[in-house]
RNA sequence: GCGCCCGUAGCUCAGCUGGAUAGAGCAUCGCACUUCUAAUGCGACGGUCGCAGGUUCGAAUCCUGCCGGGCGUGCCA
């Protein structure tokens, strides 16, 4: 049930007598700005009569005469400069209530246009460690998925791994040279890991010692600048000539000079930690010196896998499904799928041929050496192939394309990739046409930075990033905690095992960090704040898995006292419309809530904005919680309050369920 | 230099294609547990929506300029 687009067709049909633009008009349709206005409310009379050159409100008035509506809605109200309120009928309510509950859909209807979209997402540099930067990506990507897929998409989600890049010579390198085929065989999973982190260490180490005197002289020319800005002010604050805004001026220039020799005080700190960690390891600092140049030597390695070395592909070939391994077990954690997981390696054959293809368009330029594509409305090109004649990330992107175009016959793409390569994808983007494919509608889906609570990106002290696995770990053990608090536990009948409490904390827990991101609009950069989102009050998962978890309860409950076997199953049979009668103000509000449970999906949709569907969670759960203290279930003599209760805490748990899966979060039955 | 994004309550953030007194959570201060889980509910406090213009009957929202911050900017992805 779609109340907005409900409305909005009747409003259509009765515009056609006041204007040849219905559409335009039948779509000002809202959610009413406050409750005293009525549910929703109509904003198309102040435009349209200042068209028409006559009254908002008798516009309004007349409208009103030619809306049929009176099913749906009490008599409209003209109000103000000239808003139609609208309050909906408690008997509609009743009935709607009554459909949501016959249909396991809750009410949701299925698109009657469906598409065939691919949803890119996730994407990590296998053989890396996943940090915080992976999980928004992951996290959105999967929650846009369930939802697409659920109003009846046809979507095909495909993961395009790192799998061929920089990172496995680094693997590779650390294997020859400091890895035990035995210990590695034996133990993949966690010997490669270490193998990519010491050799990663290595040249973190000697790319800081070689960037130290670049740094040195960036920090003596940010020095002199501050104190020729700072003098500068000082003149200027001297000067009884200056005005205040010159004054002004000048000290800002001055602080921001000194905020620049922070800024590169803080890059050398780092840089000298990592350069310490290294030196203060005798181990460490003896594999250094043995090993000269070891980031071009990565290189090396890199260049030969991707000219078929024998020997390096081989380990590619040995090392790629533990490199897998490891990524898809924070993907089992994180309960998130994939129908393909098509990675860079896939497209590697293919990619000359996306070069020949774009020469034999005319398409390419030479430019010092590099194959170029210069497109119209940018000041940087495109390339496509290096000077050495290895390919890019944008050859890659557009095999994926062609590829996904051929095979998989899509109508849209959605890429969930960071917002700093929104250049790249706008360059993509209009390479499409050219190529043969702007039948495709291709979304950048963009999203914002994860930052510390600081407000700074999360590194550690050494200026490396924090593993997501520790994160989860931290933000799971702090659930239980507060799942297994002594307090609570000791009201629990029957009494919560062990494994019921550690089930609870994953679910808490994994939930909490989903959707602390998926709350924020995905446009802007949020703080990761473990004690925050796992607060567990407020805003946060919990606080609706809780109110699903006190729906069961009080399910549980009547069907004890009832003696029932399947409440819900009973609740579905027994209930009618018209013993759903909305007496209570908590009543009547839950009620209005749970049926805009689809226009909540249409907008997460619309914008490719979960943040949506949590605003409407939070709101829904909100009022469940109201009516949960102001209308008691239990013990009600009155069959006609009952079924009312009953069947409206039955349709809130299996709302807030059913839209907590769409964002790939859990539930529990009792926590 | 150029390009993109951002600036809303003490803090963290919403605010959909312009619409009625700008919202939520946290924090602070009250009130409510013999009552289906108080991981809760009810109430109070709190904002020149960065600044200045403009468009409009109406602007946090659209346009221009300025200030402040972030990111990107030809051979990494």
């Given at each position: 049930?779609n109340?907005s687009v ?6 259509h ?7 040849d633009?219905?559409?335009?008009y039948a779509?000002m349709i809202?959610v009413a ?5 009525g549910d ?5 009379c102040m ?7 006559q009254?908002?409100?008798d516009?309004?008035?007349?409208l009103?005469e030619?809306l049929k509506i009176?099913?749906?809605?009490q008599?409209?109200?003209v109000?103000?400069p ?6 909906l009928?408690?008997?509609?309510l009743?009935?709607?209530i009554a459909?949501?509950?016959?249909d ?10 469906p598409e065939k979209?691919?949803i890119?997402?996730?994407?990590p540099?296998?053989a890396k ?5 992976h999980?928004r990506?992951?996290?959105i ?5 369930e ?7 046809h979507?095909?989600?495909?993961n ?5 890049g920089?990172?496995f010579g680094i693997i590779?390198?650390?294997y020859?040279?400091f890895?035990d ?6 133990n993949p ?12 260490q290595?040249?973190?180490y ?5 960037s130290?005197?670049?740094l040195?002289?960036?920090?003596a ?5 501050a ?12 000067d009884e000539k200056?005005s205040?805004k ?6 800002k220039s ?13 890059d ?5 930690a990592?350069?310490?960690d ?5 181990k460490?600092s003896a594999l250094?010196a043995?090993?000269?140049d ?9 260049a030969k896998l991707h000219e078929?070395d024998?020997?390096?592909r081989?380990?590619?070939e ?6 897998k391994?490891?990524i898809?077990?924070?993907y089992?954690r ?10 860079e390696s896939f497209y590697?054959?293919r990619l000359?041929?996306v070069?020949?293809?774009l ?7 030479k430019?010092?050496?590099a ?10 090109p495109m390339?496509?192939q290096?000077?050495?004649g290895?390919?890019?990330y944008?050859?890659t992107?557009l095999?994926?394309l062609?590829?996904r ?10 890429y969930?990739v960071?917002?700093?390569q ?11 046409g050219p190529l043969?494919?702007?039948n ?16 700074r990106p999360m ?5 490396s990033?924090?593993?997501?696995e520790s994160?989860?770990?931290d933000?799971?053990?702090r659930?239980k905690?507060?799942?297994?608090n002594?307090?609570?536990?000791a009201?629990?009948s029957p009494?919560?095992?062990?494994d019921e409490?550690?089930?609870i904390?994953?679910?808490?827990g994994?939930g ?5 991101d998926?709350?924020?609009h995905?446009?802007?950069?949020y703080?990761f ?5 796992v ?6 998962a919990?606080?609706m ?6 729906t069961?309860?009080i399910?549980?409950?009547?069907a004890?006292e009832?003696?029932?076997d ?7 049979k ?5 013993e759903i009668?909305?007496?209570e103000p908590a009543?009547?509000?839950l009620?209005i809530a749970l ?5 909540a999906?249409?907008?997460a949709?619309g914008a490719y ?6 605003d ?5 759960a909100k ?10 279930v239990?013990?009600n003599?009155?069959p006609v ?5 009953l069947?409206?805490v039955?349709v ?9 899966r769409?964002l790939?979060?859990?539930?529990c039955?009792r926590?």
């Amino acid at each position: 049930m779609n109340l907005s687009v409900l409305l909005r067709k009747r409003f259509h049909a009765a515009l056609t007598e006041l204007t040849d633009q219905p559409d335009e008009y039948a779509g000002m349709i809202r959610v009413a700005a406050d409750a005293k206005f009525g549910d929703y409310q109509s904003n198309a009379c102040m435009p349209l009569g200042k068209k028409t050159g006559q009254s908002p409100r008798d516009v309004a008035t007349k409208l009103v005469e030619s809306l049929k509506i009176e099913d749906l809605c009490q008599t409209p109200e003209v109000a103000g400069p000239g808003f139609i309120n609208l309050k909906l009928r408690d008997e509609f309510l009743s009935n709607t209530i009554a459909d949501m509950l016959g249909d396991d859909r809750v009410g949701v209807g299925v698109t009657p246009n469906p598409e065939k979209i691919v949803i890119d997402y996730s994407s990590p540099n296998v053989a890396k460690p996943m940090h915080v930067g992976h999980i928004r990506s992951t996290v959105i990507g999967n929650a846009l998925a369930e939802t697409f897929r659920f109003v009846g998409h046809h979507v095909i989600t495909d993961n395009h791994l790192g799998d061929w890049g920089t990172q496995f010579g680094i693997i590779i390198y650390g294997y020859k040279h400091f890895g035990d085929p035995d210990v590695v065989a034996a133990n993949p999973v966690p010997e490669l890991a270490s193998l990519y982190r010491l050799t990663n260490q290595l040249i973190e180490y000697q790319k800081a010692k070689a960037s130290l005197p670049k740094l040195s002289e960036k920090l003596a020319e940010a020095e002199s600048n501050a104190k020729e800005e700072a003098a500068a002010a000082e003149a200027v604050e001297k000067d009884e000539k200056a005005s205040n805004k010159e004054k002004k001026k000048a000290r800002k220039s001055a602080e921001s000079a000194q905020r620049r020799i922070e800024s590169v005080q803080s890059d050398i700190a780092s840089t000298q930690a990592k350069i310490a960690d290294v030196d203060n390891d005798p181990k460490l600092s003896a594999l250094s010196a043995e090993h000269e140049d070891v980031p071009a030597a990565v290189l090396r390695e890199t260049a030969k896998l991707h000219e078929g070395d024998a020997e390096n592909r081989e380990l590619w070939e040995k090392f790629l499904p533990h490199c897998k391994d490891e990524i898809n077990r924070i993907y089992d954690r994180l309960g998130v799928t994939f129908d393909h997981t098509l990675g860079e390696s896939f497209y590697h054959d293919r990619l000359p041929g996306v070069v020949e293809m774009l020469d034999g368009l005319g398409l390419t330029t030479k430019s010092d050496g590099a194959v170029c594509v210069f497109l119209d409305g940018f000041d940087s090109p495109m390339i496509i192939q290096k000077r050495d004649g290895a390919y890019l990330y944008a050859t890659t992107d557009l095999a994926t394309l062609q590829y996904r175009h051929e095979v998989f016959e899509c109508d849209r793409i959605l890429y969930v990739v960071d917002s700093r390569q929104s250049e790249h994808f706008e360059k993509f983007f209009a390479m499409a046409g050219p190529l043969g494919m702007d039948n495709i509608e291709l979304v950048h889906v963009s999203f914002g930075t994860v930052l510390g609570k600081d407000g700074r990106p999360m590194k550690t002290r050494s200026g490396s990033l924090i593993g997501l696995e520790s994160l989860l770990d931290d933000a799971v053990a702090r659930a239980k905690d507060v799942v297994c608090n002594p307090e609570r536990l000791a009201n629990m009948s029957p009494p919560m095992g062990e494994d019921e409490q550690n089930q609870i904390a994953e679910v808490v827990g994994m939930g909490a960090i989903k959707y602390a991101d998926l709350s924020h609009h995905r446009t802007s950069d949020y703080r990761f704040d473990v004690d925050k989102m796992v607060a567990l009050e407020g805003n946060t998962a919990t606080y609706m898995q809780y109110s699903y978890a006190r729906t069961q309860s009080i399910l549980r409950r009547v069907a004890e006292e009832q003696n029932i076997d399947d409440i819900e199953d009973w609740v579905i049979k027994n209930v009618t419309a018209d013993e759903i009668q909305l007496r209570e103000p908590a009543e009547r509000a839950l009620a209005i809530a749970l049926i805009r449970f689809e226009e909540a999906i249409e907008g997460a949709i619309g914008a490719y904005t979960p943040n949506q569907l949590c605003d409407y969670l939070f709101d829904t759960a909100k009022s469940y919680s109201t009516f949960n203290d102001a209308c008691r279930v239990l013990g009600n003599t009155d069959p006609v309050i009952l079924k009312t209760r009953l069947a409206l805490v039955v349709v809130a748990g299996r709302v807030i369920k059913q839209g907590l899966r769409l964002l790939g979060i859990g539930v529990c039955d009792r926590m």
